[in-house]
């Protein structure tokens, strides 16, 4: 089993991405869903501890999905994975890390609700 699909089977049912935001999910019958969803995972702090979504989170999370495309392209294709990154940064990304604080309401644009420690600070 692939890195990638450890990090699918570790998430929680309940979280909704929005696949690879403004391009499309599956590019040439390659269904490429699962890169978005574990970067949209990496972008939601609501799934992870407090601290931890910081510049390097985001970058680590940003190379991340080029290396999940990689994985999921044959190689003829993988030029493509920086198509993906520059338009999921460009269309997707503005505002997205880190936004899923107390101020997204009772939960956030990927339907899951404030950790513990979010509400014991008033993050």
């Known amino acids: 089993m ?5 990090i699918l089977d570790k998430m929680p049912k309940e979280f909704v ?8 999910d599956k ?5 490429l869903s699962g890169a978005c969803r574990v970067h949209d995972w990496r972008y939601c702090t609501r799934c992870h501890e407090p601290g931890t979504m910081s510049l390097e989170a985001q970058k680590a999370a ?4 080029r290396n999940n495309l990689s994985g999921l392209l044959p190689w003829r294709w993988r030029w493509l994975k920086w198509i993906y990154y ?3 940064w460009r269309y997707g990304g503005f505002g997205s890390w880190d936004s899923c604080g107390l101020g997204a309401g009772q939960t956030c644009r990927h339907e899951m609700p404030p950790q513990q420690w979010m509400l014991d600070l008033g993050f």
């Open 2 to 6: 692939g890195r990638m699909q450890k």
């Open 17 to 24: 991405d929005d696949g690879c935001s403004n391009a499309p």
């Open 27 to 31: 590019i040439f019958g390659y269904d």
């Open 62 to 65: 940003d190379r991340e999905l």
């Open 86 to 88: 520059v338009a999921v």
